[in-house]
């Protein structure tokens, strides 16, 4: 895994390296952390090459830190990552009893802000001089339980009248 985590920082997207010395990471300390323990981690790949790494750290006891970085080669395996978080990823989390998965993105980082807002994360505050080097930073929180609340209320409303028929 180490490996494929290494490749990918190599051929990181522009932006993804610009995102990543705002915060004042450099590669070897990002492969450990990307290669650290996670709750839920997944390298998703184009051609048989290590594509993107997306992964879930146990930031509390019921929340959570997502980390994400690719290659060029992004568009290829988007689709892919927004079915494994929203299919696996968020079914596995709830299921662990997490409650709240939360990224900071530079601003500006359309990349990272559709993935964000396309798996369900919001916007929760905007970070001014955030960065190392005074990048601003948005700040998105994924609710875990929002939308499984939805569909609890709905089959409630539903339940009584499937039971009058």
Known sequence: MLDDIRSILKRMRPRDAQEMAEHGIGLDIAAAGFASPAVAARIFRHRHLPTAILTFHQLTPKALVVSMVATDDWRHVARAAVRWGLREARPALLARGFARAEC?????????????????????????????????????????????????????AAAPAAADA
Not at 123 to 140: N, T, V, W
């Open 104 to 156: 900071r993105t530079m601003a500006g980082h359309e990349d990272a802000i559709e993935l964000l807002e396309r798996v369900g994360f919001v916007l929760e505050c905007r970070l001014p001089g955030f960065g190392a080097h005074g990048a601003s930073f948005l700040q998105y929180a994924w609710r875990l339980t929002d939308h499984v609340l939805l569909q609890s209320a709905q089959s409630a």
